[in-house]
């Protein structure tokens, strides 16, 4: 239950928030009251948990597996040099923590599959797809779906992103209705053989954080239904209309995705490691 009144710390805290009229005290404690699920403490979800802790997010869970590796410090702001070798979901919730006590972390080190999915997911007002591998984004799509959960989706290859929300409730098409299925085996390079520009997360991440906020706060147009794409390179945005594909295997007509699939054995990319959405862009 949301808390009605708000001690001295947080009004200084938040100060920027409360005099804001879009957000107020009234969306302060609404903020105060939601839980998020993360999906993946790397990239994407770095920046989008540490704006959503700082602006006040009750709840935050972190879902990852990985510890934390030299060469994600180029990109994943959650970590630092010394937590090296430390489980992410660990360094994600001391940097958390550290960023706003208000913000309750649950630590979900796990790999997301198709047992435990539906499970996390409801715990939850909302889940981020922070990961950027097709078995784990297909999966989280479909759990999204089936659980009801609104799903902040970004995604990010080399010098490109892209960002949605999809709201199973609303019935406006949902991660399958633009790709239906994975892609074969080995067809897409993971992030480690692609590379990624460090800053693109960053910028990306931090919209998904925006939008996420927007969305709780039920203010301004969030990205249900559109999907923005942008271009690093020349510093452009792009905005599509979605719509629900009536073929789609998931949320079409006559679906055929009826339950939750585990990809992981015939996609060919490991399902830890951050990789990227390249067939997605491509085939915009
Ligand atoms: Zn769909």
């Known amino acids: 239950m949301a808390q009605l009144t708000f001690t001295p710390e947080q009004v200084q805290r938040y100060a920027r928030h409360l005099i804001l009229p879009e ?11 939601t839980s998020v699920l993360l999906l993946g403490a790397g990239g994407l979800g770095s920046p989008a948990a540490m704006y959503l802790a700082a602006a006040g997010v ?12 030299a060469s ?33 972390v649950v630590k979900h080190r796990l790999h997301l599959n198709s047992e435990n999915a539906l499970e996390v997911f409801r715990q939850y007002d909302l889940v981020i797809d922070g ?16 659980t009801g959960k609104p799903l902040v989706y970004g995604a990010i290859y080399r010098f490109e992103g892209q960002l949605s929300i ?34 693109l997360p960053g910028i990306i991440g931090s919209m998904m954080a925006f939008e996420t906020i927007k969305y709780v706060l039920g203010i301004g147009e969030p990205l249900v239904g559109r999907l923005l794409i942008f271009e690093g390179m020349d ?21 055929s995705v009826t339950g939750l699939i585990d990809y992981e054995q015939f996609c060919g990319l490991p399902a830890q490691e951050p990789s990227a959405v390249p067939a997605a862009l491509a085939r915009q």
């Open 23 to 33: 957000v107020g005290g009234a969306g302060q404690r609404k903020l105060l009251g």
């Open 58 to 69: 009750g709840r935050i869970g972190v879902v990852d597996f990985d510890d934390v590796d």
């Open 72 to 104: 994600n410090l180029q990109r994943q702001i959650l970590h630092g040099t010394d937590d090296l070798g430390r489980p992410k979901v660990d360094s994600a919730a001391d940097t958390i923590r550290s960023l706003n006590p208000d913000v309750e």
């Open 131 to 146: 990961t950027d591998n097709f078995p784990t984004r297909y999966l989280a799509n479909d759990a999204a779906y089936f």
């Open 166 to 199: 999809f709201e199973p409730a609303g019935g406006t098409g949902c991660y399958r209705c633009l790709f239906p299925n994975p892609p074969p085996p080995g067809a897409v390079p993971s992030c480690a053989e692609a590379g990624v520009f460090g800053v």
């Open 235 to 255: 510093m452009s945005f792009r905005r599509l209309n979605l719509r629900r594909n009536p073929d789609c295997p998931l949320c079409g007509d006559d679906p």
